[in-house]
């Protein structure tokens, strides 16, 4: 996305007092739909945007993570979300996320995977790019 239209949005969406993240993803979204965007980013080789992205992306994953409340998720009496059962949530979907999956079809992949360990460590690392 643009970065001006981001700034557009953010400002927009703060002033009015909505979700500016989501309206940002919204329009990225909206004006990538038909992948026309994208391929007249790839077409220039500009690697400064995708540097951008990845910079604007961490940002604001990093303001996310500065305003989350997390004291609010130790509360075993309302919620019942304690802190070792975050922990143990989040390794969990570690583990059931995509291992299973790859395990499962890695023989349907031949020209990525060759043996279960290699699924293994592409389950837990994740598929990345194309084969």
Not at 1 to 27: E, H, N, R, S
Not at 111 to 127: D, Q, S
Request: glycine share 12%.
């Amino acid at each position: 996305m643009p970065t001006g239209l981001g700034l557009f949005l953010i400002g927009t969406c703060g002033a009015i007092g909505t979700d500016d993240l989501l309206a940002c993803f919204v329009a990225g979204n909206a004006l990538n739909w038909d992948g026309q965007y994208l391929a007249e980013t790839e077409a220039l080789h500009d690697e400064v945007n995708s540097c951008m992205d990845v910079l604007l992306n961490f940002g604001g994953f990093m303001y996310i993570g500065i305003i989350m409340p997390f004291s609010d998720f130790h509360q075993p009496d309302t919620t019942g979300l304690t802190i070792p059962r975050l922990i143990g949530l989040g390794f969990l979907v570690l583990i059931f996320r995509r291992i299973p999956a790859i395990l499962i079809t890695y023989k349907f992949m031949p020209t990525c995977v060759k043996n279960w360990k290699e699924a293994l460590f592409m389950g837990y690392f994740g598929p990345i790019g194309k084969c």
